[in-house]
């Protein structure tokens, strides 16, 4: 029987780097919500003799995503997911970017844990936004409220997003969004494991997407030139980790989160010491 892998944000730069590996001994499902980035990511995989199944998919609603796992079971055993989608602070105001990087994580991961055999795995895409809001803007005590209060939820998130000003909430929601995702990759892991189902996070830092770039000039973008490694990540580099958190080979792996951000966080923590010790 087939080896499913589900990729959401399939059409992306990074879901498409993904598809290239899992490809190669999967049968593909690509889902995204951007029909012409879906036409074009189906071309280039054919190109290489990669042929997925590509579905039009918003992840905040509950019913599409389970239709993407219906036809997912029609083409085999589902072996992974690779949830990449999401969205900036860019793109949207602060509700678009929390219902979408929330509560689409929680449908998509909802609905691969009905769906998925023993053995299966899912890893969730956060940021190392997530890792540098301070934990007293986060309402983290909040964030069980997604999984049976989802109104609730979304109006705590908002007023957690409003004690700053207007035009800079998508990025306040964008941060405690990702932590969710995180926290969500946390506290599931138990549940997850009495089926036989992994779930891991991974936190990338600025990559060179068309998402990415969007951030260029201000948020993730800036902070580039402060990473120990001090370049754009590749979207290659990040779907080979993606790859190996789904696979085999890390059956030990799950309930936690992996910052693969070149040393964005490290080197701003070190710097901050520094800075404070010498006053």
């Known amino acids: 029987m087939n080896r ?14 993904t598809a290239r590996i ?16 879906l036409d074009a990511a189906v071309t280039t995989l054919k190109d290489l003799g990669i042929a997925p199944t590509a579905l039009n998919c918003d992840v905040t609603d509950r019913q599409a995503v389970d239709r993407v796992f219906e036809t997912a079971a029609g083409l085999g055993a589902l072996a ?15 509700d678009y970017v929390m219902r979408t990087n929330a509560l689409g994580t929680v449908n998509v991961n909802e609905a691969f844990f009905a769906a998925a055999a023993e053995g299966a795995a899912i890893v969730n895409v956060a940021s190392m936004a997530s890792h540098l809001l301070p934990e ?5 005590d909040k964030f069980p409220a997604a999984l049976d209060d989802q109104a609730g939820f979304m109006s705590d998130m908002l007023a ?14 964008y941060a405690v969004s990702k932590t969710f995702v995180r926290w969500y990759s946390s506290a599931q892991a138990e549940r997850f494991n009495g089926r036989g189902l992994r779930i891991v996070s991974v936190s990338p830092g600025s990559v060179d997407t068309e998402m990415g770039r969007l951030e260029e000039q201000a948020g993730a973008g800036a902070m580039v030139t402060d990473a120990a ?4 990540g590749k ?10 958190c789904v696979g085999d080979k890390a059956g030990y792996l799950t309930g936690t989160d992996i910052l693969n951000d070149g040393g964005v966080v490290a080197s701003m923590r070190e ?4 800075a404070a010790a010498n006053g």
């Open 229 to 232: 490694v001090p370049r754009w």
């Open 80 to 94: 992974s997911v690779v949830h990449t989608a999401g969205v900036s602070p860019s793109m949207g105001t602060a």
């Open 22 to 37: 899992l490809g190669r001994d999967h049968a593909l499902v690509l889902c995204d919500v951007r029909q012409d980035r």
């Open 235 to 244: 979207a290659e580099e990040m779907a080979e980790l993606f790859a190996f």
């Open 4 to 17: 499913v892998s589900v990729i959401t944000g399939g059409a992306g730069g990074m879901g498409v780097a």
């Open 160 to 173: 957690a997003c409003g004690v700053v000003p207007e035009e800079l909430q998508p990025g306040i929601a």
């Open 136 to 140: 007293e803007m986060v309402p983290t």
């Open 271 to 274: 710097r901050a010491r520094v």
